[in-house]
């Protein structure tokens, strides 16, 4: 490029001459710029940095002169045009000027204003297309500097033939797969050291001439060299007509003369090899993304979509062709928003991983999927647009509800189910509780889940059944034993496990459903009760019937009895006047037989006999008495009369039984009365007086020395709870289940029949009531009876 300002050294120690340089110069051009010095060595340090593009040198110069400043550029090698100005006009100095090296000699005339200006712009010029041959010559050694070692180092063969495939010339890459040298190459037809195959196949040689005389180039691929049939190579081969015009055309066209060819041989095995796997992996691809039951749709930056597979068709019902080029925010169920959100996400961080999201198929419907997307680039990183992959998760959404609801369901049935579940692990810690299996042992659920199944159940034989669940796979079905109930207390339950495996059938511990058998137990004792009262109730009727008879005749015989004894003591004080009446003036037989009656009399002892006879029947007569009381209490036992179900209230039947006995507790037992306001019931007030006064004489009977008895009433809900405690010696344990069996007693024989709980249990649950006890030795009884207000 030709430079616009040149820079002028002025070596001129005289202020006037320099100033008349500058105004020649810059009076037709701006484009000089002067520097001026006025010494010699001044001259030679700045010319020679080799910045200036031309130098105007005084020749007459003080320090240094004109000759040897010449002489120093020349020898820096200073290629800058030097004008020398001299006074002097002599061929002489002018000789010795264009010696030492000055390219121009100007004597100092009033012309030199005219002529300065010109012969500079010469000078500059010259020096100028100097420079310029110099650099493209450069160039032009760099150049082929370059090529020679491109040629020499490049991997493909490079071979100059001429027509008949002589060498004229080959690389060096060339020489060493031949493992010769250019110069002994040189001559050689390239027949000797090039595989036959590789020539005959690919008729090398014809195409060699065939270039030779078009002076078209040609191209042979995919030629193979199976030398080693193992490992065969492949080349693609170039021939290139050399002598060719600029314009393509032959020098010397028509010519016979013999043209040089260039053949470059390149080994594209591997190429192939890699051309081959590429293709491969394009189709592998391919048929992935074509065989891929996701959706995979990719867009152009725009958001058009570029490309769908197969899938979206059956995902979405759409042929490619109707979805290929619109936009993707179409088919977003949430609308463009959604492909808005999408896009802003992949700017930011280049992907978005498993997004839940809707698609809308053709006929409408809402497709769930999850959506992972990138961005696509090209080969140089450019954002070309979207690729995502989508996975239609219908069936697994519906699955999810459906697992969801089964779970919920299941919960809530765990919840709400009154038997107690408890899932353990398959160390036996508890994992899960619901809350009836709170209710029944007392532990909240965050409790439960610190214990293990040893604290809650009681080993049976050798471990807990749950145990032998977890351990052992045996299942159990309403087993009963034993659970504890936080703060220690143990209940019977009847237990049911079952084994909790996971999916694959691998056991994770183990299931138990349990029921508190308390009240169970409870109600079979009170109906074992029952059946047994029924039972002895019916024979109690028949017992109380059939002596019921021979115990009328037996004590109205008993009666007679008692007035025939009296009448024959009467009798016999007739007696002892007869005997009298003899002894003074009877017969002698009538002595003899008198005497014979006293005999008789003396030895049966007559009149122990008749005393201790009439008490047999006073005793007998008592003893039938008690039979009738036994009687009278097994009739009543049996229900054999009924009496009238009435309205009454229960705290005035109590009041007026308790009047009875009053006087017979006074001065023993204290009777406390503590009566709450009850409803009138309807009931047979005949039968609950004989509870209530069971009760109390029992409650007064456990008394020993004084104490206390407390009846309490109160209304509760829709019934009546009645209390009768005692402060006496208690029931022993192992009576308790004893007590309410009938003629079960702990009394003397006459003092208590056994009756009085079995026939008050009776009248109770013919109320539709109950009655249970609680005791404790030594310390009291209490007695409740609770009774159906309706
Ligand atoms: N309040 C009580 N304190 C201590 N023991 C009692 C009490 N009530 C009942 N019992 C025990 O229960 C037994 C049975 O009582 P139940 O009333 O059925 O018969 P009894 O009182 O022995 O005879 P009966 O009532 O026929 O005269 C009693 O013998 C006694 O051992
Ligand atoms: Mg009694």
């Known amino acids: 490029m030709e430079k616009t300002r040149y820079h002028v050294l002025l070596a001129e120690n005289d202020p006037a001459a320099a100033d008349v340089a500058i105004r020649a110069l810059t009076k037709l051009s701006s484009n000089y710029e002067i520097e001026v010095v006025t010494r010699g060595d001044e001259c030679i340090r700045l010319a020679t940095t080799g910045q200036y593009d031309l130098i105007l040198l005084e020749y007459n110069l003080p320090v240094v002169h004109g000759s040897k400043i010449l002489e120093s550029l020349g020898r820096a090698g200073i290629t800058a045009p030097v004008i020398v100005l001299t006074d002097e006009g002599s061929e002489e100095t002018a000789v010795d000027i264009f010696r030492n090296g000055a390219a121009d000699c100007i004597v100092r005339s009033p012309n030199l204003v005219k002529i300065l200006p010109i012969v500079v712009r010469e000078n500059i010029e010259k020096f100028e297309s100097f420079r310029r041959k110099e650099e493209s010559e450069r160039q032009i050694r760099e150049l082929r500097n370059l090529n020679e070692n491109i040629v020499a180092n490049i991997s493909s063969y490079l071979l100059v033939l001429d027509q008949d495939g002589r060498i004229l010339q080959a690389n060096r890459t060339f020489c060493a797969s031949v493992g010769v040298r250019d110069d002994a ?5 390239i027949v000797e050291w090039m595989a036959p195959t590789l020539i005959q196949e690919s008729g090398l040689l014809a195409t060699l001439r065939k270039v030779g005389t078009t002076g078209a180039a040609a191209n042979l691929y995919g030629l193979v060299d199976s030398t080693d049939p193992e490992h065969p190579r492949v080349y693609n081969v170039r ?10 055309r032959p020098l010397n066209e028509g010519s016979e ?24 992996t394009r189709e592998y691809l391919t048929s992935l993304v074509e065989s891929s039951i996701d959706a995979i749709i990719t867009t152009d930056t725009q958001g058009h979509v570029t490309f769908c597979s197969r899938s979206v068709q059956e995902m979405l019902g759409y042929q490619p062709g109707e979805i290929v080029g619109r936009a993707v925010g179409h088919h977003y169920a949430r609308g463009v928003d959604e492909a808005h959100f999408i896009m802003e996400r992949l700017r930011q961080h280049g992907k978005l991983k498993n997004h839940e999201t809707e698609f809308l198929a053709k006929d409408g419907r809402r497709v769930p999927v999850i959506l992972s997307a990138s961005l696509l680039r090209d080969h140089r990183g450019r954002v070309i647009g979207t690729l995502g992959i989508s996975k239609d998760i219908s069936e697994r959404k519906a699955a999810d509800q459906e697992i969801r609801y089964l779970k919920e369901f299941n919960e809530s049935i765990l919840q709400n189910i009154g038997s107690a579940i408890i899932v353990a692990d398959n160390e036996g810690r508890i994992v899960y509780s619901n809350p009836a299996a709170s209710a029944v042992l007392g532990y909240s659920r965050a409790e439960f889940e610190t214990l293990d199944i040893w604290r809650l159940f009681l080993p049976n034989e050798d471990s807990p059944h749950l145990w032998r669940t977890i351990s052992r796979g045996e299942t159990f079905q309403g087993a009963e034993t034993i659970a504890s109930k936080k703060g220690g207390a143990t209940i019977p339950v009847g237990l049911s496990t079952s084994v909790l495996s996971d999916a694959r059938g691998a056991r994770q511990g183990a299931i138990g459903i349990f029921q508190d058998l308390t009240e169970i137990r409870a109600l079979q004792q009170q109906v074992l009760q029952s059946e047994k009262m029924a039972s002895i109730g019916q024979l109690a009727a028949g017992v109380a019937h059939e002596i019921n008879n021979p115990m009328g005749f037996i004590h109205s015989n008993l009666f007679r009895m008692a007035e025939y004894m009296d009448e024959l003591k009467a009798g016999f004080a007739h007696y002892e006047e007869l005997r009298r009446v003899v002894a003074q003036g009877g017969s002698d037989t009538l002595r003899t037989a008198m005497d014979a009656l006293e005999e008789a009399r003396q030895r049966i002892d007559f009149d122990y006999v008749l005393e201790d006879f009439a008490k047999a029947i006073g005793e007998s007569q008592e003893g039938a008495e008690r039979v009738n009381h036994i009687v009278q209490n097994l009739r009543e036992f049996s229900h054999m009369d009924t009496g009238e179900l009435v309205m009454a209230d229960i705290n005035k039947c109590i009041e007026s039984t308790s009047n009875i006995i009053a006087h017979m507790l006074r001065y023993k037992v204290r009777l406390v009365k503590e009566y709450g306001e009850l409803p009138m019931i309807r009931c047979f007030p005949r039968q609950l007086n004989q509870v209530f006064m069971n009760l109390l004489v029992n409650a007064y009977q456990a008394i020993d020395g004084t104490g206390e008895i407390r009846i309490q009433t109160h209304a509760e809900d829709d019934r009546i709870v009645i209390q009768i405690l005692d402060t006496g010696r208690g029931i022993a344990p192992e009576h308790l289940h004893k007590i309410f069996d009938p003629f079960f007693t702990t009394k003397e024989v006459g003092v208590g029949t056994g009756l009085g709980l079995a026939t008050s249990y009776n009248i109770v649950l013919k109320h539709k009531g109950s009655i249970s006890v609680e005791s404790r030795a030594n310390q009291g009884t209490t007695f409740t009876v609770v009774l159906p207000c309706s």
């Not at 095995?269 to 491969?280: D, R, S, V």
């Open 185 to 189: 190459l040189a001559g050689s037809s």
């Open 239 to 248: 021939v290139i007509p050399l002598d060719v015009s600029e314009e393509g």
């Open 257 to 280: 003369i013999d043209r040089r060819i260039l053949l470059i041989l390149q080994d594209v095995t591997e190429k192939e090899k890699l051309g081959k796997e590429i293709l491969e």
